[in-house]
Structure formats: C-alpha cells, structure tokens
C-alpha cells in the first residue's frame, strides 16, 4: 500500500512545483504585459503627434500669410494702387502674418519637430525679420497710409523671408513624416510584443489548468489509496486481534487439554502406589499409557501446525494404496467407535476403481483420521461412514473422501469459524468435548498442499459431512518397477576422492563406504595425481574447485601419466556446471560430471553408470530401507531431515555427529576469515571460502544455508552479510540440536 | 452643479425674453463691424438679410469667461466672450451647421450641437484685453475646454477657428 501511496504524492509534489514555475512565468508575462501597456499609453498620452502636425500647420500657415503679404505688396507696387482698401488689406495681411508668427511663438512644440534640426534660431531670424516691418505697418494704421519707398522696402524683405519660411516648412514636413513613420514603427513593434506576452500567457494559463486537472487527479487518486490503506490497516489490525484472542483462547484449551491425561497419570500412579496388586497394576497401566498417547498426539499436532504455519511441512509424495489407508484408519478408529456407542461403516468402491495414486499415505492418513475422529467424537448412539469415491472432472479425475455423521451438527455461523487455526465452534464445544482445536486447520494445509480442497456440509443437531478431494493420478507402472530394480548388486570398486573439504569428505567417504566402495582420499589436485600413478582405481572423483592444483588441471597431469593408470576414469564433482566448465572438463580428459551434493541415490547411479568389466566383487548386503524409491529432486536437494536420515545410514548417529560437529567448526573458522576479509578485502579468498562453506553445508543438507553462501559469491562482502551468515549458523546449528 | 443650473437658467432666461420680445429686433451697430451673421431665413436681420455686430453689441449678449491652456497660448488663459448660441439667437439663425470663416479666409465646419449644447464662446477678450488681429482677434471661438477637458483635441482644436469674421448658418 505505501508503494502505491508514493508515486501519488511523488506526483503531487512535481505538478506543484510545475504549477510553481508556471505560476511566476505567469505573473513574469503579466509584468511585461503591463509594462508593455503602459508604454504604448504614454505614446498616446504625450499628444506629440497633434501638437507637431499643428505646428507643422502654423508653419505652413506663416509661410502662405507671408506670400499673401508679399502678392498684395507686390500687386499695389506694379499697379501703383495706393487706394486706402489697398492700404487697410496690407496692414490686415500684416496682422494676420504677425499673429501667425506669435501662435508659432508661444506654440508647444519641441522646436526640432522630431527631426536632427533645431529650427528655434531660424524661427527667431524670421520673427526678427516680421518685426522689423512693424514700424512700417503702425504707420499706415496710425495714417491710413505710408511712402511707396517703405512699401518697396516691405516688399524687398519680403523674398528672404519667404524662403526662409518655404525651407522650414520643407524640413518641419520631412521631420514629421520620418518621426510619424518612426513612431508607427515603434508602436507596432510594442503591439507585436504584446501580441507576443499575450499568446505565452495564454499558453502559460492553458498550462496552468492542465497541471491542475492532473494535481487534482492525483490527489483524488491519493486520497482514494488513502481510504484503501485505512480500511486495510483496520482490517489488519482486527484480523491480528482476532488472532491474538484466537491465540491465547487456544494457550487456554491447550492447557487443558494437556492437564486432563496428565491429571490421569499422576492419579492412576498414586493409586497404583497405594494399592500394588497386579489387576490394578494392569489397569493403571493401561490408563497411563492410553494417557501418554493422547498427550503424545496433542503434542503432535501442535508441532504439525507450527510446521505447516512456518510452511516447513513435509509432503513426501510416493505410490499410495488408497484402500489400504483408509482401511487402516477405520480399524484404528473401530475402538474409540464402540467407546461412544456408534456404528462405523464404510463404503469403497472396487479396488480396481481405486488405483494406486501418487500422494503421500502418511498425511492422507492423518487427514482421515482427523476427520474420522472428530466425527466419532462428535457423536454418540449414532452412525459414521466414510465413503470414498471417485470423481471425473476437467483437467482428470479426483478421489472423494467423505465423513458423514448423525452427530451434534454445526450451525452457519460455527461453519465459517471451521478450518481456521485455534478455533473451535465455540467455548463450550472445548470443555465438552476437549481437542486443541487445531486438527482441521492442518488438515485444510495438507490436503491443500496435495492439491486438493476441503469442505463441510451440516446442520445443527442433525449431524455434518467432512469431506475433501484429492487429484487421482495414478502411477505408472515402470515407477514401481525402477524401485524394484534398483535393488540389484553393487559392483564393489577402489574408489580415489579427490576432496579438500573435510565436511564433504567424511560424507563422501561414508556414503562410498556404506555402499560397500573401497575409498582412498586426496586432498588436493598434487595428492590425487600422485595416488593416481601410484595405484590402480576403478573411477576418481574429482571435486573442481581446490587450492593448489585444481581438478582440472590435476585430470591433465593424470591423463599425462605413461602406462594404463592414465585411462582411469575421472568423474567432475561439481556443484552447479556451466557450458563452459563442462567444456573444460571435456577437454582436460574427464569422463563424466557428478552434481554436488553427493546422496546415496546419486552414487549408486554413477557407480552403475560406469562402463565396468564384469569380475569386479559384487557388493553382498546393502541395507537401504530408509532411500525413498520416488524422490522428487526438489526434495532431495532440500531436506535436512532426509539427508540426516541418509547419513545416519551410513555413518551411524555417532559418525553424523562427528561429521555435523566438524561442519561447525570449519564453519566457525571460514567466518573468522570472511571477517577479517571484510577488513582487508581479498575477493578470490572470500569466494573461495563462501564456496567451502556453501560445499560442507550442502553435503550434510543445510540447503538454505548453501543457497545463501552462492548468493553471497555474487555480490561485495560486508559486515552484515557476515554476520547474517553466522546467524544462519548458529540457527541451523540450534535446529539440529533440538 | 450650481453654476451650471445658473447657466442654463440664464439661458433660459435670455430665451424667453427673446421669445416674449420678437419685435425687437436687431439693433444697428454703432462702432466697426467685427462680425457678419448670414443664413437662409435669418429671423432678425438687421442689414440686407444678414446680421452685423460691433464688439458692444456682441459683449451684451449672455457669455461667459473661462480660464484654460490652449495650444495656441503660453501658459493659463482666461477669455471672455459671448456664447455662440446667444449670438446665433440674436441674430435668429436656425440650421444644423455653420461655416466659420476667418479674416485669412480659414473656415472650419462647426456643428450646431456644438453651440447648443457646449458652453462655447465667441471671445472677444484675452485677459481682460480686446483682441487685435495680430494676437488672434478679434473673435476667437473658444469650446469650453476648462469646464469640459475631453474637449482637448485636435477635432476642437481644429474647429476652434480665430481672427473670426463670418458665420455662415446652412440647413
């Protein structure tokens, strides 16, 4: 659940900081847009523009008065007019002139008029100029008239001014037009920028809505696996509470149920010391012992349960005679029958219907009897039957088990509580009936495991149904014929180990030993190829990996030997072969590859594998009742329990405990070494410990341990790897002692 | 608020004496003639079909005076003068728009709008002073653009006609 809460609020946290960014972009574009806004108000606002064309009026306004002047002047000069109307309309042209060159006066415009030019000291020189005619025309105000020379005077001033207003006009016109052009340009640009800021807001707003559409998302998608996590956590939290109850309910039950028969034996021990006649001695006896059984089974099963909870049950799946099963179960249950005034029956079908399946009888049994127990214990004046048939389905058949009784019967809701670990109808059903509770709840593992299902029908009062099924396959014939023929006699041949492990060695000697081989041992590659040519064997295992000289090379010197010695067949020991290793071992001369660890089974095969003259001494007795014919290889590589067994086989309680107790030493001292590797890393020494290590505990079949040393091979050593190592060790070390 | 409501009741004012009193007619100017009235079916006429005033007649007429910047003068300007609509009523003309014409021949298109419903002047003084041509006399048409400042423009600007000498009223 936290997995999926992180990647939510991981993306919550990214679209924020996006949002973030986007945000002061955002206020960033507005800013500019702002900026931008207020530039172009202030070129409005400045009225520059007006106030220019206006003067570039006023100037095109004084140069026309100034030619008006000039044309009436001129006109009254040639004609010789000098009528009063001629006299009052120059004074007007004068005025109007006059006023034209104030307005340009007192006018607020910036006397260049956008232009390079100043155009102030010329506007000056033709004011002077208009000045200096006032005398002129006061007079023919003040008159009504004035002398024909002060009007030819008027008239020769006249012409410069005139070009002198024509030029300014000329180059106020082209100022305004450039500076008109100019502005425009500006503006444009500034709209273009705007048009710019504008666009990236929009985009950056566009933006802005979709990051806050996908934080609103995740935040609902969190809030929602919020809600998921809570509602997990209270379910959790009930079911480890149901648990605990569950547990201390059954620490309860368990203490009863233990109490009960050792209350029996204490009593029946104390009467029996009272009263010492033989008949009481007998019964006593007997109570004592019935006792012992069931406390013997309750204890049983809590170990069972404890197994299958730890998922540490054994399921040894071998050819299995269904009939014979459940016949025995019903006679072991005949007894406790009759105890509660019911009749068992029983209903098979033909035994040939009823094939011989692979599964494992001693879990089978225990699973029927379960069953079959607590129905009888259930029930009383009432009838049990088991019924067992076959059924076809999809995918192949299936084999039924059922246990019907008339008993005391469940109802829905105790029906639920069924199959669950320490749990029991109820409270009451305990103090009447005793029972830890536990019983259904190893059977539901086991047949689980045997990839089958259980179920129950019932009602209250009226009795229930126990019923379960199992897959029916049926096993093929040439398996029960290979277990058979492998009882066949041993070839008995002088057998050279090339081993540097102490561990393995003691293991692979007393395996060879057990099956009747004469063993010589190397214990490295020099040693082995001085043996070689030193004396005649029948094979060589060769372990790989050694200090010194390796296996390889060792076949090598071996093969170069003169004479018939240098024929002997070499077999690899090696723990996992790759392609290439197995190239190698091909091309320096070896015969075969053998899998570590060494087993039994497996050295029975090599030995008959080997392409043998037959004078050799046949092996007489070889005792192995305890190899199991059908063996899985997962089985055989992981089982501590049945590798205990086989090396008990063949070296005696005492020789697997010397060998479990040089394991630990070799193994207390290999740690040593990884510590002070750790310090001072070395990693051609850490691997080849780790291998050492991995070899020994493998062979006497601490196959977790092993698997653990090869993953360590793979990756930088540390303090703590080491330390884990050791604890595994002292665990598999407390394990065996228990 | 209240000066504005005095204005138009003086309008008003003046209206209703014109109204009640539509025998008198224009008088006769006494000094020089600064200004010529002509329009189609002038009411009150007072030479050929057309109105003519002297500075006295027109500075009897309802005015006002404002204080303002313009373009064409340095600094802040206070001018005086008849309203537009006082002369134009004196004189009787009705239409929709005029030409106002100055002494240099520059005439502007001005609307009548602007005379009824704008406080604008014909000003006959700058500061106090007549106006001689050569300082833009001697009738200027002054738009409020003290009392009305969104009035400065170039629009006005352009209507705002001096050295005034003719107002020719058309349909």
């Not at chain 1, 206020?27 to 570039?56: K, M, P």
């Not at chain 1, 020769?156 to 052009?181: C, F, G, H, K, W």
């Not at chain 1, 349960?305 to 072991?332: C, L, R, W, Y």
């Not at chain 1, 041993?490 to 180990?497: D, G, I, Q």
Request: hydrophobic fraction near 45%; charge should be negative.
């Amino acid at each position: 659940m936290t997995t999926g809460a992180r990647p939510g609020s991981e993306v919550i946290r990214r679209v924020s900081k996006a949002t973030a960014l986007l945000q002061m972009f955002a206020a960033t574009l507005l800013l500019g847009l702002a900026i931008i806004f207020v530039l172009i108000i202030n070129r409005y606002s400045t009225l520059q523009d007006g106030i220019r064309e206006n003067a570039l009026w006023s100037l095109y306004q004084l140069d026309r008065e100034v030619r008006k002047l000039h044309e009436v002047v001129h006109i009254a000069l040639v004609e010789g007019d000098e009528t009063s109307d001629m006299w009052q309309s120059a004074s007007q042209r004068y005025d109007i002139l006059y006023s034209r060159m104030s307005i340009l006066e007192e006018g607020k415009f910036d006397r260049k008029l956008g232009g390079d030019e100043d155009t102030g000291p010329v506007l000056a020189q033709i004011h002077a100029a208009i000045l200096s005619l006032e005398p002129i025309f006061d007079e023919i105000n003040k008159n009504g008239r004035t002398s024909i020379e002060a009007l030819r005077g008027v008239d020769i001033a006249l012409d410069p001014l005139m070009q002198e207003t024509e030029s300014i006009l000329v180059y106020a016109n082209t100022a305004v037009s450039a500076d008109r052009a100019e502005a425009r340009n500006a503006l444009l640009t500034l709209q273009f920028k705007s048009g710019a800021l504008v666009l990236l807001l929009v985009a950056s707003v566009g933006g802005l809505i979709f990051l806050l559409r996908r934080q609103l998302r995740s935040v609902r998608a969190a809030g929602l696996t919020f809600e998921h996590m809570a509602r997990d956590l209270n379910r959790s939290y009930l079911a480890a509470e149901a648990g605990n109850r569950a547990k201390s309910r059954f620490m309860a039950t368990m203490g009863h149920e233990i109490r009960t028969p050792l209350n029996a034996i204490l009593g029946t021990v104390e009467l029996m010391q009272l009263d010492k006649s033989p008949t009481k001695i007998d019964a006593g006896l007997g109570t004592i012992s019935r006792s012992g059984a069931a406390l013997l089974e309750i204890l049983n099963q809590v170990l069972d349960f404890a197994k299958s909870e730890d998922g540490k049950m054994t399921i040894d799946i071998k050819p299995t005679n269904v009939s014979e099963v459940v016949h025995a179960v019903i006679e072991m249950m005949r007894d406790r029958a009759v105890e509660n005034r019911n009749r068992l029956s029983l209903e098979l079908p033909g035994a040939a219907r009823l094939p011989v399946i692979s599964c494992d009888p001693t879990r089978l049994k225990q699973v029927l009897l379960n069953l079959v127990s607590n129905a009888v214990k259930f029930t009383a004046d009432g009838t049990v039957e088991v019924k067992v048939s076959e059924r076809l389905q999809l995918g192949g058949s299936r084999l039924r088990f059922e246990v019907t009784d008339t008993g005391i019967g469940i109802d829905p809701e105790g029906i639920e509580k069924l199959y669950r670990p320490f749990s029991q109808v109820d409270a009451s059903i305990g103090r009447e009936y005793g029972g830890t509770g536990l019983g259904l709840a190893i059977s539901k593992d086991i047949v689980e495991r045997l990839g089958g299902t259980v179920g129950v029908t019932s009602r209250k009062g009226e009795g229930s149904t126990f019923w379960f099924e199992l897959p029916a396959v049926a096993v093929e014939a040439h398996q029960i014929a290979t277990a058979g023929a492998e009882e066949r006699p041993l070839p008995s041949l002088r057998v050279l180990l090339v081993e540097d492990n102490r561990v393995n060695q003691q293991v692979a000697v007393g395996l060879l030993t057990h099956l009747g081989q004469v063993v010589d041992v190397a214990n490295d590659g020099r040693e082995a190829v001085c043996a070689a040519g030193a004396r005649d064997y029948d094979v060589i295992l060769m372990d790989m990996q050694m200090p010194g000289m390796d296996g390889i090379e060792a076949a090598e010197h071996i093969r170069a030997l003169e004479g018939p010695r240098s024929k002997v067949p070499i077999i690899a020991l090696t723990a996992n072969a790759s392609e290439e290793d197995r190239a190698r071992c091909l091309a320096a001369g070896m015969n075969g590859f053998q899998s570590k660890p060494v087993s039994m089974q497996k050295l029975r095969e090599l030995i008959f594998s080997l392409d043998l003259p037959d004078t050799l001494p046949v092996v007489q007795v070889v005792k192995e009742a305890s190899a199991p014919p059908v063996e899985s290889e997962e089985n055989q590589k992981c089982d501590f329990d049945l590798r205990r067994e086989e090396m008990v086989a063949a070296l005696g309680e005492d020789g697997f405990a010397d060998l479990v107790e040089s394991f630990f030493v070799d193994a207390a001292s290999i740690t040593r070494e990884l510590y002070h590797n750790v310090e001072s890393p070395d990693r051609t020494s850490t691997d080849r410990l780790l291998h050492t290590l991995k070899g020994a505990a493998a062979s006497i079949g601490l196959c977790k341990l092993a698997d653990t040393c090869q993953q360590r091979r793979n990756v930088i050593l540390t303090r703590d790897a080491v330390n884990e190592l050791e604890t595994l060790i002292d665990d598999c070390r407390r394990r065996i002692a228990a | 608020m209240t000066i504005m409501r005095l204005k138009m009741l003086a309008a008003c004012a003046v209206a209703i004496v014109t109204l009640h009193h539509p025998a008198s007619a224009l008088e006769m100017p006494k000094g020089e003639v600064i200004l010529t009235v002509t329009g189609p079916n002038l009411e009150h006429p007072n030479s050929k079909n057309v109105a003519v005033f002297d500075l006295e007649m027109l500075e009897k007429l309802a005015g006002r005076t404002g204080t303002m910047e313009t373009p064409w003068t340095s600094g802040k300007v206070t001018f005086t003068g008849p309203l537009l609509r006082a002369v134009l009523e004196a004189a009787g003309a009705h239409g929709k728009s005029m030409k106002v014409r100055a002494l240099n021949d520059y005439a502007a298109d001005v609307p009548m709008e602007d005379a009824m419903t704008l406080d604008t002047m014909l000003a006959t003084r700058m500061n106090g002073n007549t106006m001689s041509v050569r300082n833009k006399g001697p009738l200027f048409l002054i738009y409020p653009f003290d009392s009305t400042p969104s009035l400065f423009n170039e629009k006005y600007f352009s209507r705002s006609v001096w050295q005034i000498k003719q107002i020719e009223v058309s349909e």
